[in-house]
C-alpha cells in the first residue's frame, strides 16, 4: 500500500494501490527541479468515474507544493463544455488578475492583446481574432509565466469535460513543452467526449509519458479500507461483498462504507446482503430517492446548482430556485449533510469558483439529469437572466441559452448573436456557430433570419466551407440582405466555393449577382472579384477574352475607391504572368497605391479584400524586378500578422513571401530558413493547401540554388510536391521547378516530359513570362545535346519572350541560356552580355551564376574570383563549388 496516505477516507480509498501512479509523479516533479533548462513533461491518468483520478491530482499537489513548486490547477465541466477558454481561464486568470494591469501587459508583451481577451484580462479589439493566434498567444503566457514561477506544474482534471478551445491549446502546449519547464499533470474518463475533442485528447495523451489506466481497489486493498473505516472487526465475507458490489471503485466504496456508519450496520456475513440495497442508494435512481427523501426545497436548491454548474453560490442558487436566503442556507446544510454538496476547498478556490460545489461528479449528473426536462429548460432561462443582469455578458449566458427550448423569441436571437460576436472577438468561432446556429432554432424573424444565416456563414468560412455554403445561399434567397452587405455575402459564398474547389460555381455566384446590379460600386466589387478568382485560379486553359476585358475594364479605373485599385492590381498582375512589358506592370501596380502605400481599407488585416490582391502586388512587383517594393510589401504582411497575432495560414504565407523575396536577392540562407519556418506554421493549418504549394515550391527552388539537390528532393517527397497540381497558381510555375527538381536528381527523361507538360500548361493559360514560369530554359538545357535545334528554338522564344518582359533579370537568364548552348567566342560574348545585363538586376544569385559560368566559358581568373565571391555571399554552397573546383583544376585560366 501506499505510504503517507491522507487520513480522509475518500481520499485514502483513492490512493490504495496508487504507488506506480505516485512514483510516476514524484519522477516527473524532479525532472523539472532538476534546473530551469529541464524540459517540461505530460502525464495523463486515464480511468472511469470514481475510480479516484481527482484525488490523484490532489495528492500531485500536495507533492508538488511540497516540493517548492508553483501550482495551478482547473477541471472540465459536464455542463459548462460549450464555455469557451473555461478550462484556460480557470488555470491561468487568478495567475493575472494577482497582478497589476501594468505587470500583465508586461509579463504578456505583443500577446496582451491577443490572448488576453480569451483569459478575460483584457477587452477584444476591434478586428477578429485568429484562433491559432489566440493559442499561440496562450502557450507563450504559460512559457513566459513559467520563468517567474518555476518550477510550475500545472493540473488538469476531468478533462474530458474541457472545452474545445482549451483542448485546442492543450494539444498545441503539449507538442512544445519540450521547450518549456512545466508540468502537465491531465486527469480524464476514457469516453464520455466524442468528435473533435476526442481526437485533440487522443493528441494530447500521445506525447504524454506512459501510465497505465488506473485500475479498481482489489478484494485485498477494500478490505483494508473497510476495516479501516467500519472497524477492524469487519469479517471477510462483509469486505469481500463490499468489493463485489462496488467493483473496487473507490469513490463507490467510500460512500457504501459511510451509508454502513449511517445506518450502524454491523459489519459481518449476516449483514453483507444488505449491501447492495446501500449500494444503489448512492447512486443513480437511489441518489434521486435519497435527495428526494430530503424535501421539496432541498431538491429545488439541488436542481438549481446542478443547472449552474460552476460558480454555485447560496445567494445565486436562491435566485433561480426562487426561496428566501434564509431556506437557501438551511437547504445547503441539509446537502451538505447528505453528502451531496460541500463547500469548496478555500485554498484552492479560484476567481469564478463559488462557495459550493457537488461531492462528485456523478452525483451532479445524476441530479442534473433528474429534473424534469420543462423544469431544467425553465432554471436554464432563468440562469440566463440572472447572468445577462449581472453584466457578464452575453458570451457568459449563452451556454445557458443553448439549453432554452425554441420559442420564436427574438430578444433570445439577439442575445444568441451578440454572444456570437463575443465569442468571434476572443478566437472562438465554434462557439459563435453553436449560437447562431440555435438562433435559427428560435427561429428570427423574417426581416432577420437573412442576416443570421450570414453571420453564421461568415463565422464558419475558415472551418468548413460546404456548411458556409449551404447558409450563405440559404441567406441569399432570402429577403433581408441589401446593399453592401448582400454584396459582402456574394463575395464570401465564392470564397467558400473556391475553398470547395468549385471555382466555376463561384466565378457564376459573382456574376450572376453583378448582372443583378446596377452600376455602382457593388458591381465594380463583383467584377474585381470576377478577375481576381480568374487570375488566381486560371485553370487548364485560357478564357477567351480575360485579359482584354480585364484591361478594358482596368482602363476606366483611376483608383479612386478600393475596387478600382484592386482591378489596377489585377491588371499589372495578369501582365506580369503573360510576360508583357514590366514597365506598364509596374505603372498599373502604383497607380493601385495612395502615398506609394496600401489604401485604408485594402492592408494586410482587412477582411472586406483579404490577402489575395495584396500578394498579387507584391509578386507583380517582384517579377517586374521592382524588389523594393516587393520586400516592403511582405515586411508589412509579416509585421502586421506577427502584431495582430494571426499565426495560421496569413503568417505562413507572409513568411513564404518573406521568403520569395530573399531567393530573388540571392539572399538563399535568409530565403530557406523563412520557407521552413512557413512550412513549420503550415503543416498546423493543413498539407493540401494553396499555401502549402506556395512554400513547398519555393523551397525546393532555394535548395536547389543553394546545391542541395538531395534536400530538395526530400522535402518534394515530404509534403507530396507532385502532380496534381493545384489550381491555384503558385509562383514560380510549380511543373517548372518540377521539372527541374527531376533534372537535377539525374531523371531526365521524367524532367523533360514535365517540363513539356509545363511548356503546353502555360501555353494553354497564356503564361509567358520566362522568369514567372521558368521551364524554357531548363528544357533547351535538358535537350541540348539530343535535339539541338529544338533546343536553340526554346533559346530564342526565351530570348524574345524576355526582350518582350524586358527586365535584366529575364533579359540576362536569357542571354546565359543562349550562351550555354554555343561554345568559343560566342559562348563568352553572350555571356558578358549576360553578365552585364544581370549586374544590373537585383537577383544577385542569377549574377553570380552567370559570373561562375563567364568565367568558366572565358578561362578567366578573374571573372570566377568575382562569381566565387557572389556565390559566397548568396548561400549557393552548389556553385561555390563549381567555381572552387575550376579555379583549382586551373587549365588554361588567365
Known amino acids: ?133 489566440v493559442c499561440d498567444g496562450l502557450i507563450a503566457a504559460v512559457s513566459r509565466l513559467a520563468r517567474r514561477d518555476w518550477p510550475l506544474v500545472l493540473l488538469i482534471d476531468d478533462a474530458h469535460w474541457a472545452d474545445q478551445e482549451t483542448l485546442h491549446w492543450l494539444a498545441a502546449l503539449a507538442e512544445r513543452l519540450g521547450e518549456l519547464s512545466v508540468l502537465v499533470v491531465v486527469a480524464r474518463r476514457p469516453a464520455d467526449v466524442t468528435g473533435e475533442r476526442a481526437c485533440l485528447l487522443d493528441e494530447v495523451a500521445a506525447t504524454a509519458r506512459p501510465t497505465a489506466p488506473l485500475s479498481a481497489l482489489t478484494p485485498e486493498a477494500t478490505a483494508g479500507l473497510t476495516r479501516a473505516t467500519v472497524g477492524e472487526h ?46 444503489r442508494s448512492a447512486r443513480g435512481r437511489g441518489l434521486v430517492a435519497r435527495l428526494e427523501g430530503l424535501g421539496l426545497d432541498a431538491t429545488r436548491f439541488a436542481w438549481a446548482a446542478a443547472v449552474l454548474g460552476t460558480g ?122 453553436r449560437c447562431l446556429e440555435r438562433a435559427l432554432l428560435e427561429p428570427p424573424e423574417p426581416g432577420v433570419h437573412a442576416e443570421v444565416l450570414y453571420e453564421l456563414g461568415c463565422a464558419t468560412l475558415l472551418t468548413s466551407p460546404a456548411t458556409t455554403i449551404d447558409y450563405l445561399q440559404s441567406a441569399l434567397a432570402m429577403p433581408g440582405l441589401d446593399g453592401d452587405t448582400r454584396v459582402d455575402a456574394v463575395v464570401r459564398l465564392s470564397q467558400a466555393l473556391l475553398h470547395n474547389d468549385q471555382l466555376q460555381d463561384a466565378v457564376r455566384t459573382v456574376d450572376t449577382e453583378a448582372a443583378r446590379l446596377g452600376p455602382g460600386p457593388g458591381r465594380l466589387r463583383l467584377k474585381a472579384v470576377h478577375y481576381m478568382w480568374q487570375g488566381l485560379h486560371p485553370g487548364e486553359e485560357h478564357l477567351p477574352g480575360r485579359s482584354e476585358g480585364l484591361a478594358a475594364l482596368a482602363a476606366t479605373c483611376t483608383g479612386r475607391d478600393n475596387s478600382e485599385r484592386v482591378l489596377l492590381i489585377l491588371r499589372g498582375f495578369d501582365l506580369m504572368t503573360r510576360g508583357d512589358n514590366a514597365e506598364e506592370v509596374v505603372e498599373y501596380c502604383d497607380r493601385a497605391l495612395v502615398d506609394g502605400g496600401l489604401a485604408p481599407g485594402l492592408g494586410w488585416t482587412d477582411t472586406e479584400w483579404g490577402i489575395e490582391p495584396l500578394l498579387m502586388l507584391a509578386s507583380a512587383y517582384a517579377y517586374a524586378d521592382r524588389l523594393d517594393q516587393a520586400e516592403t510589401l511582405y ?97 514560380p510555375d510549380s511543373r517548372s521547378l518540377r521539372g527541374r527538381l527531376l533534372l537535377a536528381t539525374g531523371r531526365r527523361d521524367e524532367g523533360v516530359n514535365e517540363l513539356q507538360a509545363a511548356e503546353k500548361a502555360a501555353a494553354a493559360r497564356g503564361h509567358h513570362n520566362p522568369v514567372a514560369a521558368p521551364w524554357g530554359g531548363d528544357l533547351a538545357r535538358a535537350l541540348a545535346h539530343e535535339d539541338p535545334r529544338r533546343a536553340a528554338e526554346l533559346a530564342l522564344a526565351v530570348r524574345r519572350q524576355a526582350e518582350r518582359f524586358g527586365t535584366d533579370t529575364a533579359i540576362g537568364e536569357a542571354l546565359r541560356l543562349a550562351a550555354s548552348l554555343e561554345t568559343g567566342r560566342r559562348a563568352t560574348a553572350l555571356y558578358a552580355r549576360a553578365v552585364a545585363c544581370l549586374e544590373g538586376s537585383p537577383c544577385a544569385y542569377e549574377h553570380a551564376v552567370a559570373r561562375v559560368e563567364y568565367g568558366i566559358a572565358g578561362r578567366s581568373t578573374t571573372e570566377l574570383h568575382k562569381g566565387l565571391d557572389l556565390a559566397r555571399d548568396c548561400g549557393a554552397d552548389g556553385l561555390v563549388a563549381q567555381a572552387q573546383r575550376a579555379l583549382d583544376e586551373g587549365r588554361g585560366l588567365r
Open 635 to 731: 515586411a508589412q504582411a509579416l509585421r502586421a500578422y506577427e502584431s495582430a497575432g494571426w499565426s495560421g495560414g496569413h503568417l505562413a504565407l507572409a513568411h513564404a513571401y518573406v521568403g520569395l523575396g530573399h531567393r530573388r536577392r540571392g539572399r538563399l540562407k535568409d530565403a530557406e530558413a523563412s520557407l521552413r519556418e512557413s512550412l513549420r506554421i503550415a503543416e498546423r493549418v493543413g498539407r493540401g493547401l494553396p499555401l502549402y504549394w506556395t512554400t513547398t515550391c519555393n523551397l525546393v527552388d532555394t535548395l536547389l540554388a543553394r546545391g542541395h539537390v538531395d534536400e530538395a528532393w526530400e522535402i518534394a517527397e515530404r509534403y507530396g510536391f507532385a502532380p496534381p497540381y493545384p489550381s491555384t497558381i503558385v509562383l
Open 312 to 433: 454555485i453560490t447560496v445567494e445565486l442558487v436562491a435566485t433561480l430556485a426562487t426561496m428566501r436566503p434564509e431556506e437557501a442556507v438551511r437547504c445547503a446544510r441539509l446537502l451538505g449533510a447528505a453528502r451531496i454538496l460541500t463547500e469548496t476547498d478555500r485554498t484552492t478556490r479560484q476567481v469564478g469558483d463559488g462557495e459550493l460545489e457537488f461531492v462528485h461528479p456523478l452525483i451532479a449528473t445524476a441530479v442534473y439529469q433528474s429534473i424534469p426536462p420543462a423544469m431544467r429548460t425553465a432554471l436554464h432561462g432563468v440562469a440566463a437572466e440572472a447572468v445577462t443582469a449581472s453584466g457578464l455578458g452575453a458570451a457568459a449566458a449563452s451556454r445557458h441559452l443553448l439549453k432554452v427550448h425554441p420559442d420564436d423569441d427574438p430578444e433570445l436571437v439577439e442575445q444568441l448573436r451578440e454572444a456570437a460576436r463575443e465569442h468571434l472577438a476572443i478566437g472562438a468561432p465554434d462557439a459563435a456557430r
Open 1 to 133: 500500500m501506499t505510504e503517507d496516505r491522507p487520513g480522509a477516507a475518500a481520499a485514502s480509498a483513492s490512493l490504495w494501490e496508487r504507488e506506480a501512479e505516485l512514483d510516476a509523479i514524484k519522477e516527473a516533479i524532479d525532472d523539472l527541479r532538476e534546473d530551469r533548462a529541464s524540459r517540461g513533461s505530460l502525464l495523463v491518468f486515464t480511468g472511469e468515474a470514481g475510480i479516484g483520478k481527482t484525488a490523484l491530482l490532489a495528492e500531485a499537489r500536495r507533492l508538488a507544493e511540497e516540493r517548492g513548486c508553483a501550482v495551478w490547477s482547473a477541471r472540465g465541466g459536464e455542463t459548462v463544455t460549450s464555455v469557451p477558454f473555461n478550462v484556460v481561464r480557470q488555470l491561468m486568470q487568478p495567475v493575472f488578475l494577482s497582478l497589476m494591469p501594468d505587470e500583465a501587459r508586461e509579463y504578456l508583451g505583443d500577446w496582451y492583446d491577443v490572448a488576453g481577451p480569451a483569459l478575460g484580462i483584457a477587452a477584444p479589439g476591434d478586428r477578429l481574432a485568429d484562433p491559432q493566434g
Open 234 to 279: 469487519a469479517d471477510a465475507p462483509f469486505c469481500r461483498e463490499a468489493w463485489a458490489v462496488t467493483g473496487g471503485n473507490p469513490y463507490e466504496t467510500v460512500e457504501l462504507l459511510a451509508k454502513v456508519q449511517d445506518s450502524q450496520l454491523e459489519p459481518v456475513e449476516s449483514s453483507a446482503a444488505e449491501l447492495r440495497a446501500l449500494n
